[in-house]
């Protein structure tokens, strides 16, 4: 789940999708929640559309992506935390990015749904907000 608040300097705006979804013709699909600074995020997901299917520790990342992060879950379920120029695994039950991040992961951790949690993160923190989606795997 995810908002779709963006924020520039004082200015907020309601932007596309933050959360989206891939796949491939042999059926893996990831799912991508990205966050940070707007021009890097879009900069970053091209570059992802061309190179997700490469296994992450192969993965030659020439530009960083300033001030911009990804969580990337794929369906055999690996997650990685992606942050300007590095992948990490995530080993944990849920995970959360963004200003809102603290936030969701209490509210996860005492049993809220990723809806509930980005609903909470709305309500507690100034630059999450103006709508939610949500996306799971088919």
Same mark, same amino acid.
């Given at each position: *789940?995810?908002?779709?608040?963006?924020?520039?300097?004082?200015?907020?705006?309601?932007?596309? *999708?933050?959360? =989206?979804? @891939?796949?491939?013709? /042999?059926?893996?699909? @990831?799912?991508?929640?990205?966050?940070? !600074?707007?021009?890097?995020? #879009?900069?970053?997901?091209? +570059? $992802?559309?061309?190179? +997700?299917?490469?296994?992450?520790? /192969?993965?030659?990342?020439?530009?960083? =992506?300033?001030?911009?992060?990804?969580?990337?879950?794929?369906?055999?379920?690996?997650?990685? #935390? =992606? +942050? /300007?120029?590095?992948?990490? #695994?995530? !080993?944990?039950?849920?995970?959360?990015?963004?200003?809102?991040?603290?936030?969701? $992961?209490?509210? @996860?951790? =005492?049993? *809220?749904?990723?809806?509930?949690?980005? /609903?909470?993160?709305?309500?507690?923190?100034?630059?999450?907000? @103006?709508?939610? !989606?949500?996306? #799971?795997?088919?």
């Amino acid at each position: *789940a995810g908002d779709r608040k963006q924020v520039s300097g004082n200015l907020a705006y309601k932007s596309s *999708a933050k959360i =989206f979804k @891939m796949h491939n013709d /042999e059926g893996l699909q @990831m799912l991508v929640g990205i966050c940070g !600074d707007s021009n890097s995020c #879009e900069k970053f997901v091209a +570059w $992802l559309k061309k190179n +997700w299917q490469i296994p992450y520790k /192969e993965w030659n990342i020439n530009a960083k =992506f300033k001030q911009s992060g990804a969580i990337l879950v794929y369906s055999t379920g690996l997650i990685l #935390e =992606f +942050w /300007e120029s590095a992948a990490y #695994e995530v !080993d944990d039950e849920y995970h959360a990015i963004g200003s809102g991040s603290a936030i969701a $992961l209490g509210a @996860m951790a =005492f049993g *809220a749904t990723p809806r509930q949690a980005v /609903e909470i993160a709305c309500k507690h923190d100034r630059n999450t907000g @103006m709508g939610i !989606d949500v996306i #799971e795997f088919n």
